[in-house]
């Protein structure tokens, strides 16, 4: 006979239900999730269109637990839960590690795949977040959708030396005194057409997995 699903009531009730769902695959893997908050909201430092959620460590919370946030873009139960499961990792390592090489050991070993930004369940695991979402019941939300990002008007002036081609872009705030003077050639520069710029609400800040280097302060505020 089929258990009768839950029903929540509210987005958080089901997020924290999902947690204590979790735990037995954590526990076979040899991990124990460690006290955690989980939230649906947008992250902070990343960019909310594609970022699906982010582990705070516990040092930056005023309870002393890992804080979890999982995107309100997401309404599909196993998604939110794949989402989950990986942001659990990052409360396991305590988001030391970021997406380096501590953090990859224990998604790995829980069962997900992947690059380790980007890391999501196998088939096997996927399996078995496909049980739980029966068990925990329908998630009481639907998803935000977001417009499609839109060019900026803002526009910014150049101003360009004829003879050696230096070059400077003109803030609005100066540009009504005049293009400056090169200091090369001692010459008045010549401003030309200004170029637009485009809005840039998609970028991603984390800079874990792209080879920049990132200092551990920033690493220590959140890992998406």
Request: proline share 7%.
């Amino acid at each position: 006979m089929k258990a009768e699903s839950k029903q929540h009531a509210v987005r958080e009730s089901w997020l924290q239900d999902a947690v204590r769902h979790l735990e037995p695959v954590f526990s076979k893997a040899g991990y124990a999730i460690p006290s955690v908050r989980v939230s649906c909201g947008f992250p902070a430092s990343s960019s909310p269109r594609t970022t699906l959620g982010q582990c705070w460590p516990r040092e930056r919370s005023g309870g002393g637990v890992n804080e979890i946030f999982i995107s309100p873009k997401l309404d599909d139960p196993v998604q939110l839960l794949d989402t989950l499961v990986h942001e659990l990792c990052h409360a396991v390592d305590d988001c030391f590690s970021g997406h380096g090489e501590d953090f990859k050991g224990i998604a790995q070993t829980v069962g997900l795949e992947g690059p380790a930004r980007m890391a999501h369940a196998t088939e096997e695991l996927m399996v078995k977040l496909s049980m739980i979402s029966q068990e925990l019941g329908p998630y009481p939300h639907q998803a935000i959708v977001f417009p499609p990002p839109r060019p900026s008007n803002a526009s910014r002036s150049k101003a360009k030396c004829a003879q050696c081609g230096y070059e400077v872009t003109l803030l609005k705030r100066w540009a009504s005194y005049g293009a400056p003077i090169c200091p090369k050639d001692n010459l008045r520069m010549q401003e030309f057409a200004s170029e637009t710029i485009e809005n840039t609400t998609e970028h991603d800040t984390e800079s874990v997995e792209r080879g920049i280097k990132t200092s551990v302060d920033d690493i220590r505020r959140a890992i998406s």
